[in-house]
Structures are given as structure tokens and as C-alpha cells.
């Protein structure tokens, strides 16, 4: 993360200091530094934490730093720093961190060795302890503009026995041009900022617990009360940091908080391309983790109240919201090994229709997008399952209701893809309807039903499917648009099952589309029906079955959506525009 961490103190006689710095750097060392100053004699044990190399002598000492008294450095003369003012000795190398995964220094030291960036940490410093402070002077804060930041700051007191008011003000504060980043990162910077703080406080406190009961300064500062030369501002000068809390390791401590908190908070934030906004799919995905979540949550609240007689009942709830295919959710389903890996019977949608037949997968491609219930029986659970995982493949994720495998029959209205074992019995009803299609799976009569296709595949070989409804569809029937359109992909062999996959996504949302206008038509703005068939004519989907795929389709909308229209209508803004 290209940033500078930096804390700062407030000096009653020199106002707001920059106390230490920690800087990112990509290109070789700041001026003063080179290899051999790194590999130089007296060079100090290294050491590694997070994948970070540290080192205490980093470089000779630079003019730059505030060591010397030479009048061309950014930072202050060594005559105006005062004890409680500087943070490193004089002659003091710094500190560095070699980061060996990006082949970046972290770089410690008193001020910024570059002007410019010496002067933005300088202001940032100034306003940070003096105008942008928080209600009680003690918290985080952001500010900053394009030209010279932005800054996250937290400002905080340490105790000191012999300052005014017993203790003295410091912050913390993050500086990077990059003000989205930065308030995205406002709740990481918050958190390990303030176990910085926390410890520093922590140490600062009991150095003061002893000082006091040592010496109470309480007591022997009123008896001197009246003393006129209190007042002075030329009274006790700051204590160091290191002395207030009794650390004189605390320096490289906060270099290596400071580098860990430019790495890692470099590292959780990354970018992400999107390509437009999120698909209905998408959407809808979101809810139904969601869903589940707050679910679980319920019933790991609710798990020690409950009886074992609901729990049935739960079960039979959960089954219709989890859709994953790899999950069997039927009480009576323990034949099912959910654990064991299943096998892709069917790779495709076009592998299913070399193994139906065209006139057989285009009778179930059918009632699959006009939202008729679709049942399979089967003994080969996962022959089901791979079946369930083609076909689903042509609609909305909303519009996907499964029982995977079932010993009963389960209405229409609770799924519309159904897995049964053979022995159980469908009502005849539901055999004659034309709102269901069955494909029973049944022994080949041959050994090698498909020789020549599937030579290698021996789990279909041994069956044969009979696909059958109580309304079967005529051949010469021209059918929904993107029916048509799905057949002619699949039977283009100069395509590719990844290519007409991605066919498949955006013939979906084509149709997504066309419903999200048919929704608002009708269901938001109420329009009669003489508009809505002319909206349809104008939509391409005036024909029956194409208008049956709008309103089954249009069950698939994610409530997202549906409120996001709501909203918008009844907001008087809207109201105003259409009238």
C-alpha cells in the first residue's frame, strides 16, 4: 500500500511534532543508502515476522533526518528538538524492512527524507492535533484533499506525571492519495490502530501508577498553587515516548507494527474487474445464502428449545431452500450416501440430447422453460442428480426448485424438478396432465444400446429412457424463441460445449431482460392489457408459449430487483416525472 503511518505529538512549547514515520518504498533506498550500509560492520541481528526481514542499520545518516544542523534539511534543526520532540538519537540509522515476497522496504525513521512528502506529513501532523480532532479530542478522524492527501487519523492521550493535566497528546495517522482505499480500509486501520494505542496507553500507564506513588505530584502541585512561575511556559519539557512508557525497544516495536500494518492492509483489498452489474442469477444467489445464513443462525439460537417431534418438519423446510444438488435433504432418503463424490452422468446439454434423442430432449427442453414439473425415475441416484445439474442449466437460478430424491411424490407447487425411486407411484392425474413430463429409466433390453456413441461411457449403456406427458409436443410446433435458439447451438458442431455454454448465459439474459420490462409494464405501472400485447409485439414475445416463459420466468426475480422497482415508484420524484 503506497501510504505513510506516522506518529505524531503535541509539544507545548513547539506545537505539533512529527515524531516517527513509516514509508513504503519500491525503488532503491532513500539518498545516504546503499548495499554497503546494509551489509555494513556492527550491523545488528536480522529478523523475520510475516514474511518481513528487519533491520536496524539501514543507511548512513542523512542530513535529512534532523540529526544535523544544516539549514537545506526538511526536518528541524537539531538545536529545536527537544527531548519529547525526537524519537530517534542523533546518528541513529533508522529502521528498514525487506519484504521478500514484493521485493519492498519499509522504511523508519524520524521525517520523511524526500521534501515534498516531508511537507504533507507535516501538515497532515498539524491538522491531526490541531483543527481535525474528534468531540473530546480523543478518536479517529478522516480529512485530506487531491492535493495533499488524504488522512486517517486517531488521536489519543498518554499519561505523564509531570505534564499539565497529567497527560500529553499524541496520533496516529495513515496518509495516501487514494481517498476511496482509505475508507474502505477505515475499519482494519481502526482496529489495529487502536491496539497500538492500547498498549502504548497500557505501558504509559504503569510508569504513571508508580510515579504516582512514588511521588504524587497531585498534592505537592497545590501547595504550590499560587506560585506565579507555574504558569511559564518554560516548566518541565516534554518527556521522550520512551521514557513515558519505559521501553527503550518501543521504536523498533512501532516500526514493526507499522510496516505489518502497510503490508497487510495492502494485501486484504484488491482489485476486481467487473463488467457490468450484477446478473438476476447473481442476485437471487446472494438471497439464498443470506437465507441460509440467518437459518442456521435460528436454529443454532433455537437448538436446545426445540422439540425432536418438529424436527421433521424443519427438515422438510430447509429441503425446498438448499437447491444444491449435492445435498439430500428427504427424511426417508438414507439410502442416499450425501458424503460420496457424484459422478457427471451427463457432461452437457447437448451430451443429454444425443442420448435422448432430439425429439425426446426437445419435449423436455420444453416443459423445463415453461416451469412444468419434471420428474426422473431412477435407481442411479447420481444418473438423477446429473440430469437435474444439465437441465437446471436453462433457467434463472430463481426459478429452480428441487427435491433431489424422494420414496413419495411431492406436488408441483413445491418443486418443479422431482428425483423418484422407481417403486414409488405417481397419481394418474399428474401422468395425464400437460403441465408434467416423466422420463422413466429403465433397463436396456441390449447390452450396448449406444455401441457407436458411447463406447466409453458403460453407466448409460445399460439404460434406456422413455420420455412421456400427458401434452406432448408436435414436432411441427414452432415453440418459444429460445428454445429454437438453444436446439441450433447444440446441433452446431463448429461450437464448442464451453462456447454454447456462454450461448446459454446470454440467451438467459436476453429473456431476464424482456421480463424485467414486462414486470415494471404490468405488475408496477398496472398498464392495460391492449399495451401490454403491443409491449409484447415490440418484445418479440407475443406468441403463447413465449408469453407462458415471461410469467413463469418472471417468478425468478430476485426481490432485489422487485423492491428496487417498488421503491423507486412510490418515491415522489418518480411520481412528479411521470405525471
Same mark, same amino acid.
Given at each position: 500500500?503506497?501510504?505513510?503511518?506516522?506518529?505524531?505529538?503535541?509539544?507545548?512549547?513547539?506545537? $505539533?511534532?512529527?515524531?516517527?514515520?513509516?514509508?513504503?518504498?519500491?525503488?532503491?533506498?532513500?539518498?545516504?543508502?546503499?548495499?554497503?550500509?546494509?551489509?555494513?560492520?556492527?550491523?545488528?541481528?536480522?529478523?523475520?515476522?510475516?514474511?518481513?526481514?528487519?533491520?536496524?542499520?539501514?543507511?548512513?545518516?542523512?542530513?535529512?533526518?534532523?540529526?544535523?544542523?544544516?539549514?537545506?534539511?526538511?526536518?528541524?534543526?537539531?538545536?529545536?528538538?527537544?527531548?519529547?520532540?525526537?524519537?530517534?538519537?542523533?546518528?541513529? $540509522?533508522?529502521?528498514?524492512?525487506?519484504?521478500?515476497?514484493?521485493?519492498?522496504?519499509?522504511?523508519?525513521?524520524?521525517?520523511?527524507?524526500?521534501?515534498?512528502?516531508?511537507?504533507?506529513?507535516?501538515?497532515?501532523?498539524?491538522?491531526?492535533?490541531?483543527?481535525?480532532?474528534?468531540?473530546?479530542?480523543?478518536?479517529?478522524?478522516?480529512?485530506?484533499?487531491?492535493?495533499?492527501?488524504?488522512?486517517?487519523?486517531?488521536?489519543?492521550?498518554?499519561? &505523564?506525571?509531570?505534564?499539565?493535566?497529567?497527560?500529553?497528546?499524541?496520533?496516529?495517522?495513515?496518509?495516501?492519495?487514494?481517498?476511496?482505499?482509505?475508507?474502505?480500509?477505515?475499519?482494519?486501520?481502526?482496529?489495529?490502530?487502536?491496539?497500538?494505542?492500547?498498549?502504548?496507553?497500557?505501558?504509559?500507564?504503569?510508569?504513571?501508577?508508580?510515579?504516582?506513588?512514588?511521588?504524587?505530584?497531585?498534592?505537592?502541585?497545590?501547595?504550590?498553587?499560587?506560585?506565579?512561575?507555574?504558569?511559564?511556559?518554560?516548566?518541565?519539557?516534554?518527556?521522550?515516548?520512551?521514557?513515558?512508557?519505559?521501553?527503550?525497544?518501543?521504536?523498533?516495536?512501532?516500526?514493526?507494527?507499522?510496516?505489518?500494518?502497510?503490508?497487510?492492509?495492502?494485501?486484504?483489498?484488491?482489485?476486481?474487474?467487473?463488467?457490468?452489474?450484477?446478473?438476476?442469477?447473481?442476485?437471487?444467489?446472494?438471497?439464498?445464502?443470506?437465507?441460509?445464513?440467518?437459518?442456521?443462525?435460528?436454529?443454532?439460537?433455537?437448538?436446545?428449545?426445540?422439540?425432536?417431534?418438529?424436527?421433521?418438519?424443519?427438515?422438510?423446510?430447509?429441503?425446498?431452500?438448499?437447491?444444491?444438488?449435492?445435498?439430500?435433504?428427504?427424511?426417508?432418503?438414507?439410502?442416499?450416501?450425501?458424503?460420496?463424490?457424484?459422478?457427471?452422468?451427463?457432461?452437457?446439454?447437448?451430451?443429454?440430447?444425443?442420448?435422448?434423442?432430439?425429439?425426446?430432449?426437445?419435449?423436455? %427442453?420444453?416443459?423445463?422453460?415453461?416451469?412444468?414439473?419434471?420428474?426422473?425415475?431412477?435407481? &442411479?441416484?447420481?444418473?438423477?442428480?446429473?440430469?437435474? &445439474?444439465?437441465?437446471?442449466?436453462?433457467?434463472?437460478?430463481?426459478?429452480?426448485?428441487?427435491?433431489?430424491?424422494?420414496?413419495?411424490?411431492?406436488?408441483?407447487?413445491?418443486?418443479?424438478?422431482?428425483?423418484?425411486?422407481?417403486?414409488?407411484?405417481? $397419481?394418474?392425474?399428474?401422468?395425464?396432465?400437460?403441465?408434467?413430463?416423466?422420463?422413466?429409466?429403465?433397463?436396456?433390453?441390449?447390452?450396448?444400446?449406444?455401441?457407436?456413441?458411447?463406447?466409453?461411457?458403460?453407466?448409460?449403456?445399460?439404460?434406456?429412457?422413455?420420455?412421456?406427458?400427458?401434452?406432448?409436443?408436435?414436432?411441427?410446433?414452432?415453440?418459444?424463441?429460445?428454445?429454437?435458439?438453444?436446439?441450433?447451438?447444440?446441433?452446431?458442431?463448429?461450437?464448442?460445449?464451453?462456447?454454447?455454454?456462454?450461448?446459454?448465459?446470454?440467451?438467459?439474459?436476453?429473456?431476464?431482460?424482456?421480463?424485467?420490462?414486462?414486470?415494471?409494464?404490468?405488475?408496477?405501472?398496472?398498464?392495460?392489457?391492449?399495451?401490454?400485447?403491443?409491449?409484447?409485439?415490440?418484445?418479440?414475445? %407475443?406468441?403463447?408459449?413465449?408469453?407462458?416463459?415471461?410469467?413463469?420466468?418472471?417468478?425468478?426475480?430476485?426481490?432485489?430487483?422487485?423492491?428496487?422497482?417498488?421503491?423507486?415508484?412510490?418515491?415522489?420524484?418518480?411520481?412528479?416525472?411521470?405525471?
Amino acid at each position: 500500500m503506497n501510504a505513510i503511518v506516522a506518529l505524531c505529538h503535541f509539544c507545548e512549547l513547539h506545537g $505539533p511534532r512529527t515524531l516517527f514515520c513509516t514509508e513504503v518504498l519500491h525503488s532503491p533506498l532513500p539518498q545516504g543508502a546503499s548495499s554497503g550500509d546494509i551489509a555494513g560492520q556492527n550491523e545488528q541481528a536480522e529478523e523475520e515476522e510475516g514474511g518481513i526481514q528487519m533491520s536496524s542499520r539501514i543507511r548512513s545518516h542523512s542530513p535529512a533526518e534532523g540529526a544535523s544542523a544544516d539549514s537545506s534539511s526538511p526536518g528541524p534543526k537539531k538545536s529545536d528538538m527537544k527531548k519529547g520532540c525526537r524519537s530517534l538519537a542523533g546518528g541513529h $540509522p533508522g529502521f528498514v524492512s525487506h519484504d521478500k515476497e514484493t521485493s519492498i522496504k519499509y522504511v523508519s525513521h524520524q521525517h520523511p527524507n524526500h521534501p515534498q512528502l516531508f511537507s504533507i506529513v507535516r501538515q497532515a501532523c498539524v491538522r491531526s492535533l490541531s483543527c481535525e480532532v474528534c468531540p473530546g479530542r480523543e478518536g479517529p478522524i478522516f480529512f485530506g484533499d487531491e492535493q495533499h492527501g488524504f488522512v486517517f487519523s486517531h488521536t489519543f492521550f498518554i499519561k &505523564d506525571s509531570l505534564a499539565r493535566g497529567f497527560q500529553r497528546w499524541y496520533s496516529i495517522i495513515t496518509i495516501m492519495m487514494d481517498r476511496i482505499y482509505l475508507i474502505n480500509s477505515w475499519p482494519f486501520l481502526l482496529g489495529k490502530i487502536r491496539g497500538i494505542i492500547d498498549e502504548l496507553q497500557g505501558k504509559a500507564l504503569k510508569v504513571f501508577e508508580a510515579e504516582q506513588y512514588g511521588c504524587p505530584q497531585r498534592a505537592q502541585r497545590m501547595n504550590t498553587a499560587f506560585t506565579p512561575f507555574l504558569h511559564q511556559r518554560n516548566g518541565n519539557a516534554a518527556r521522550s515516548l520512551t521514557s513515558l512508557t519505559n521501553d527503550e525497544n518501543l521504536w523498533a516495536c512501532l516500526h514493526t507494527s507499522f510496516a505489518w500494518l502497510l503490508k497487510a492492509c495492502g494485501s486484504r483489498l484488491t482489485e476486481k474487474l467487473l463488467e457490468g452489474a450484477p446478473t438476476e442469477d447473481t442476485l437471487v444467489q446472494m438471497e439464498k445464502l443470506a437465507d441460509l445464513k440467518e437459518e442456521s443462525e435460528g436454529w443454532d439460537g433455537s437448538e436446545e428449545e426445540e422439540k425432536p417431534s418438529s424436527q421433521p418438519d424443519a427438515v422438510e423446510g430447509q429441503e425446498l431452500s438448499k437447491c444444491s444438488p449435492e445435498t439430500s435433504l428427504m427424511p426417508d432418503c438414507s439410502s442416499w450416501n450425501v458424503a460420496h463424490r457424484r459422478l457427471s452422468v451427463f457432461r452437457s446439454l447437448r451430451h443429454m440430447r444425443q442420448v435422448l434423442g432430439a425429439s425426446a430432449f426437445r419435449m423436455l %427442453a420444453w416443459h423445463v422453460l415453461m416451469g412444468n414439473q419434471v420428474i426422473w425415475k431412477a435407481r &442411479d441416484v447420481d444418473l438423477v442428480q446429473s440430469a437435474f &445439474d444439465v437441465l437446471r442449466t436453462m433457467l434463472p437460478v430463481g426459478c429452480v426448485r428441487i427435491i433431489p430424491y424422494s420414496d413419495q411424490y411431492e406436488e408441483a407447487y413445491r418443486c418443479n424438478f422431482l428425483g423418484l425411486s422407481p417403486h414409488v407411484q405417481i $397419481p394418474s392425474h399428474i401422468l395425464s396432465s400437460e403441465f408434467a413430463v416423466l422420463v422413466e429409466v429403465r433397463s436396456a433390453t441390449r447390452s450396448s444400446l449406444y455401441p457407436t456413441l458411447f463406447d466409453d461411457e458403460q453407466s448409460l449403456n445399460k439404460y434406456e429412457f422413455v420420455v412421456t406427458s400427458g401434452s406432448p409436443v408436435a414436432a411441427d410446433r414452432v415453440g418459444p424463441t429460445i428454445l429454437n435458439k438453444i436446439e441450433a447451438a447444440l446441433t452446431n458442431q463448429n461450437l464448442s460445449v464451453d462456447v454454447v455454454d456462454q450461448c446459454l448465459v446470454c440467451l438467459k439474459e436476453e429473456w431476464m431482460n424482456k421480463v424485467k420490462v414486462l414486470f415494471k409494464f404490468t405488475k408496477v405501472d398496472s398498464r392495460p392489457k391492449e399495451d401490454t400485447q403491443k409491449l409484447l409485439s415490440i418484445l418479440g414475445a %407475443a406468441e403463447e408459449d413465449n408469453v407462458k416463459l415471461l410469467k413463469f420466468w418472471m417468478t425468478g426475480l430476485s426481490k432485489t430487483y422487485k423492491s428496487h422497482l417498488m421503491s423507486t415508484v412510490r418515491s415522489p420524484t418518480s411520481s412528479e416525472s411521470r405525471n
